[in-house]
């Protein structure tokens, strides 16, 4: 069965830093482009931080210099690493898989074929 599982949201300080994981079974995920996006209600998802499956890596301007995305392939684990996190950055977070143009580190949501159930991250004092 092909599936996408995130886990490691939870409530964070502003400041503060949560590691997301993605962990998949049914795909190898080094041969695939991953994305992270977020979501809030009523709004649009947003893709945060992309990495083609050579490794390449994309993110939207708000998120760059505090988030990294990186790749376990050991583990077929994909992170998404947020420091310096801000109320802002509160969002429901899914991560989700591109069978085509996986060279490409594109992070468009509607490229993107598979998802998981997302995991919720609040930032508040």
């Known amino acids: 069965q092909l599936q996408l599982v995130e886990s490691g949201g939870g409530l964070v300080q502003p400041g503060g830093s949560l590691r997301l994981s993605c962990a998949a079974s049914?795909?190898?995920?080094?041969?695939?482009?991953i994305g992270w996006f977020r979501q809030a209600p009523g709004a649009e998802r947003e893709g945060v931080a992309c990495?083609?499956?050579?490794?390449?890596?994309n993110y939207k301007d708000s998120v760059k210099g505090r988030f990294t995305i990186s790749r376990d392939n050991a583990k077929n684990t994909v992170y998404l690493q947020m420091n310096i996190l801000k109320p802002e950055d509160t969002d429901v977070y899914y991560c989700?898989?591109?069978?085509?143009?996986?060279?490409?580190?594109?992070?468009?949501?509607?490229?993107?074929?598979?998802w998981g159930q997302g995991t919720q991250v609040t930032v508040s004092s």
């Open positions: 990495i083609s499956n050579r490794g390449d890596t």
């Open positions: 989700a898989l591109r069978t085509t143009w996986r060279h490409l580190a594109m992070c468009n949501s509607e490229g993107f074929n598979y």
């Open positions: 049914g795909f190898r995920l080094d041969n695939y482009a």
